[in-house]
């Protein structure tokens, strides 16, 4: 029996580290030609070669800002003239900074936005007609902060909510064109980003990573932190055909981590 996702396309935004990455790698391993998106070429080829070692279809990769529109249409471009086709898109670009409310800039603000939420709101318009043809799957790789914002995180939480609020409001579009669109919310993850958020959380609070790390354990009663590859396996499972009928909705993959109901 051919893997689930043998000839089929998953772009991924942010593919070349984490999540992204880890997401990519699930889907090469049951068949899918994989388009990895992401701004550093270096770390792209990098995620190629894990990609590749999976023994899926060798991956593509398109180097480029995604803050910019002319990115996110170079990335559609690409697709559409070699493949003609995508089945799932990975909205995982993102790096939003943590930090003392009073101490960011403006800048910070914008470019959170630009990269994870008007990303996200224009490839998924660009492949829309793709993903209508294929009843294909959109999933965005957003985070608890949407559902639990947090001072030091108030870019990132904004960031969220508006990403997780897009995706919803989409629900009733998919359903005209038979579209699937979820929101995966990852908790702490062990990601190369969340070491980045562990060292901008220090800094803002005066104390040490290690510090950081053990009260936000400490805090949420987790057993372990996530790993990348928890995520990958959900996003897996939503693009499935086993869960056509999940649909305009947000899953926590966090241990537990979500201190409110929903």
Known sequence: MPPEFEGKVVVVSGGSRGIGRAIAVAFAREGAQTVLAASSAANLAEAAKVV????????????????????????????????????????????????????????????GFALKFHAAVRLTRLFWPLLKQAHGSVMNIVGGAARTPGPEFLIGGA????????????????NRDDVNINVIHPGQTQTERNEQLAQQFAKAQGKTVEQVRAEALSKSGLRRIGQPQDVAELALFLASARARHIHGTAIAIDGGGTPGYY
């Open 52 to 111: 590749a070692a999976t023994g899926g279809p060798e991956p593509m990769t398109i180097a480029g800002d995604l803050r910019t529109l002319e990115a996110c249409e170079q990335v559609f471009t690409r697709v559409n003239e070699r493949f003609k086709r995508c089945d799932v898109l990975v909205n995982c670009a993102g790096a939003t900074k943590g930090g003392k409310f009073f101490e960011q800039p403006d800048e910070a603000w914008t470019d």
């Open 159 to 174: 960031v969220n909510a508006a990403m997780a609020n897009f995706a919803k409001g989409l629900t009733a579009l998919g």
